[in-house]
């Protein structure tokens, strides 16, 4: 059963490190200390396996522990492993010159604790093995050099010895194996003559510190390089050889081979720091990286800018062509970056299509988005995959240390509220941050809470804006339109909640309540003695996505007592271009209920008339914009005339939105138009103002 033994000042540490000390392997025994002289003292009757400790402690810190701890009786390999929050590299040294084996930057990655404790742990029972072994082979050395010699040959371990001049005196089999030779023909030799100068001059002067002390030195670990240029990793380790009279007359070094071990560790290092995709840097190593910069940026005064961006249009690429040419567009698109920065710079994948920079030596945040023109133009030429040519592009948000941010999580959300404003201002752009953006979404974040309460306060309020036929100049209809009073009275444009509410989310539970109230208050129009009019819901292309549409929409009409017949939903071109097969099986079956539609903003998408022949649809809505302009421009004319015969030719309805004028009203009932809407008839007004005119009046549309 292994003993590991945890010593730090802080409760919490203390516990968080026991917790993860017992996950080590099965059976380990953990104890945990507070205090480093309570430790020491304990130590003295008991020889732990593993010792972990904080650099930091009150009364002695971590390197004068390990320096007592080394001192005392079958200590002085026993592994010790340094925790510290010190990025200096003294802190390091001093932990190391003390006899520390390893050591960890706080905060620690508890997965790399683990592995390292159990490397160390099992190099702790390799050292425990051949020091068993080492004392039976002196025991045999006394009865026979030449056993002694066959059995330490079988050791896989570099296993020799050095007399008081340096040179070697005795070498294992395995050892000369590594080096090409036989192990005569190393006898005489000094390190330097096997090994090189640098490698050679350090294990010299280790050996006379042997000499000197008379004691073993702890393990530690060094990179020796081998014939043909190869190189590999062992934990060595330096002790004195005495002869029988107690006199030291050698030193035994032994050293492991532990290449497999460090090239495991690596390979997770680079697991846990890497996007497996791309294989750049992700989201832990730019933190680490973004850290080291601030620390340096803040002895010497330099700075380096932040920039974060994602692709336009990349989840229309995933859907469309797949996830596969999506996977080999985001590594084409590393490669482009890695192109385009300096070697100092860092390019990060943060997760999906979502890429970052670590741009160094900046001088003003000009810099920044000038390395972001030199990305935007890298994306400029199209990908080509399998025969599909892909275009895309970023839009590039900068945030600048220190101007913009003193810590990683600052600068981040920094650059990301830069680049949400670059594509508020259309895609493929770059944004600095400026502090009105923080004022922006902080005012968002607010904005958000009180949607939230006017929902939970029922504060939303229908509108209706009058729908008028043509041929009979009677109210036909209304479109339900949401509007926000507050507590204090004030009414709140839907165009300065209604977008965040998409951008939220917020948006689906507002459009089901819409589609609710309005059923409700249509149904008992009737009740007041009201012809049986239409009302028009719109519907948000997140409901799509989020809800069952089919059954919310079943559900209000049911709840609400509304004949489905008088119920018209408002589709737009986003709800219609995502997951057509799904959304044309919710509208039919809708409209086999009774349920009919039109397709609001007629006119203005890229596939309006694909919309036509596919999806199930009554009535054709022509966008203001057409409308404004009617008796001006002949182009507006010509639109207008196309939708009202296209509408007709296909046995639907035309209605016209938009229309303020006598003129606009006399124009769309030449051309032919069904019905019209706008402020010529009634602005959107409060359900009793909606009753009371169509009560009062039959609107006639005379003026042409």
């Known amino acids: 059963m292994a003993l590991v033994v945890i010593l730090d000042d802080r409760v919490t540490n203390r516990n968080i490190f026991a917790k993860l000390a017992a996950l080590i392997e099965p059976g380990v025994d953990v104890r945990a200390f507070g205090d480093p002289i309570e430790a020491l003292s304990w130590f003295e009757g008991v020889t732990p396996d593993l010792v972990v400790t904080d650099y930091k ?51 620690v990655d508890h997965h790399e604790f683990l592995t390292r404790a159990r490397n160390l742990l099992k190099l702790r029972r390799q050292q425990l093995a051949l020091a068993r072994r080492a004392s039976s082979l002196e025991s045999e050395l006394r009865d026979s050099s030449e056993r002694l010699g066959q059995v330490i040959d079988t050791v896989p371990a570099m296993i020799s010895a050095a007399d008081r001049d340096g040179r070697c005196i005795f070498v294992n089999a395995y050892h000369a194996g590594l080096l090409g030779a036989a192990p005569e023909d190393l006898l005489g030799r000094t390190p330097a003559e096997l090994f090189g100068a640098h490698h050679g001059d350090r294990s010299a002067a280790l050996d006379r510190l042997v000499f000197q002390s008379g004691a073993a030195l702890p393990s530690y670990e060094e990179e020796l390089a081998l014939g043909a240029g190869e190189r590999r990793y062992f934990l060595t380790t ?25 090239r495991a560790e690596s390979h997770l290092r680079h697991l846990a720091h890497h996007d497996a995709l791309t294989d750049l840097p992700n989201r832990a190593l730019l933190h680490e990286r973004v850290r080291h910069e601030i620390a340096q940026a803040r002895r010497s005064g330099a700075k380096f800018a932040l920039l974060l961006f994602d692709l336009d249009r990349f ?16 590594k084409a698109v590393a490669e482009r970056l890695l192109a385009t920065v300096r070697e100092t710079d860092t390019v990060a994948r943060l997760g999906g299509d979502e890429f970052a920079i670590l741009q160094t030596n900046v001088a003003v945040v000009d810099d920044g988005l000038e390395l972001a023109r030199r990305v935007r133009e890298s994306l400029d030429e199209p990908f080509l995959f399998d025969g599909h040519e892909i275009a895309t592009s970023a839009s590039i948000g900068v945030a600048l240390f220190p101007d913009h941010g003193f810590d990683f999580d600052d600068l981040l959300k920094n650059a990301d509220l830069a680049m949400y404003r670059a594509k508020s201002d259309g895609r493929d752009g770059t944004r600095a941050f400026a502090a009105e953006m923080d004022k922006k979404a902080r005012a968002i974040t607010v904005l958000d809470s009180d949607m ?3 929902l939970a306060k029922k504060e939303l309020v229908l509108h209706y804006q009058p729908q008028v036929n043509l041929a009979s100049g009677r109210i036909v209809g209304a479109e339900a339109l949401v509007r926000w009073r507050k507590d204090n009275g004030d009414l709140v444009s839907p165009a300065d909640f209604l977008p965040q509410a998409e951008e939220s989310g917020l948006i689906v539970p507002i459009s089901e309540w819409v589609l609710n109230e309005a059923c409700r208050e249509a149904a008992s129009w009737t009740r007041d003695g009201l012809p049986p009019l239409r009302v028009a819901v719109n519907l948000s ?36 271009l995502h997951d057509t097969e799904r959304v044309v099986h919710s509208l039919r079956a809708l409209q086999a209920h009774g349920v009919t539609f039109s397709i609001d903003d007629f006119g203005t998408g890229y596939s ?3 919309y036509v022949r596919n999806f199930p649809v009554n009535r054709l809505k022509i966008d203001r914009s057409f409308i404004r302009n009617l008796r001006e421009d002949s182009n507006d004319v010509a639109i207008v005339r196309a ?38 008839f009634g602005r959107p007004m409060p ?13 006639v549309a005379q003026s042409a």
């Open 238 to 262: 330096k002790a004195p050889l005495r002869d029988a009279g107690g006199a030291i007359v050698a030193v035994l070094t032994t050293a492991l081979d532990i290449s497999d071990r460090k």
């Open 541 to 576: 292309a997140i409901q799509f996505r989020k809800q069952n549409v089919e059954q919310v929409v079943l559900d209000a009409l049911g709840a609400s007592g509304l004949e489905s017949g008088r119920l018209e939903l408002e589709l737009t071109e986003t709800i219609l």
């Open 315 to 330: 989840k229309g690429i995933n859907d469309v062509l797949g996830h596969h040419i999506g996977d080999r567009l985001l």
């Open 608 to 610: 309006s008339l694909s």
């Open 57 to 107: 402690m009150p009364g002695i810190d971590g390197a004068e522990f390990t320096r007592r701890f080394r001192a005392l009786p079958g200590c002085d390999d026993v592994p010790v492993v340094v925790l510290t929050v010190y990025e200096e590299r003294s802190f390091r040294l001093n932990a190391l010159e003390a006899g520390a084996t390893d050591f960890l930057q706080s905060p």
């Open 643 to 680: 939708i009202v015969n296209l509408g007709h030719s296909l046995n639907l309805d035309v209605i016209a939105e938009g229309v303020e004028t006598a003129a606009q009203v006399g124009h769309l009932r030449a051309e032919g138009c069904d019905e019209v809407q706008g402020f010529y």
């Open 687 to 699: 359900a009793a103002d909606f009753i009371d005119l169509v009560r009062r009046e039959a609107v």
């Open 452 to 454: 939230r309460r006017a």
